[in-house]
């Protein structure tokens, strides 16, 4: 985020614009209506950074929530794979079991 440039010369009304002042993002009459705009930027500013902070906040409890949770989902599809092999492996001993004893009543 850019911070702006003000220019305020002492009591300026009515004498014109000078030549800082159209450099700068902002231009004031008075001293005090600088200050004002400035009380305004710096609540807005200092508001920015309280929800920058909240934000990166969030967004770590966020992770560590979704990091536990693929964890646990890593386990359980562990656990699944665990026993599809296991099924498998009973299924194709069934099979060879059934294929055995079909042998032994067809001879």
Do not use: W
């Not at 800082?20 to 005090?32: D, M, R």
């Amino acid at each position: 985020m850019k911070s702006p440039i003000y220019c305020t010369i002492s009591h300026s009304f009515g004498k014109g614009v000078s030549s800082l002042e159209k450099v700068y993002q902002g231009s004031f009459a008075i001293p005090s209506m600088a200050g004002t705009e400035l009380g305004k930027n710096t609540k807005v500013l200092i508001e920015y950074y309280i929800l920058q902070r909240q934000l990166k906040e969030l967004s770590t409890e966020k992770f560590k929530f979704l990091e536990e949770r693929i964890k646990k989902l890593n386990k359980e599809l562990k656990k699944a794979l665990d026993s599809l092999l296991l099924y498998r492996t009973l299924s194709l001993v069934f099979s060879v079991v059934v294929i055995f004893l079909l042998f032994l009543i067809i001879k």
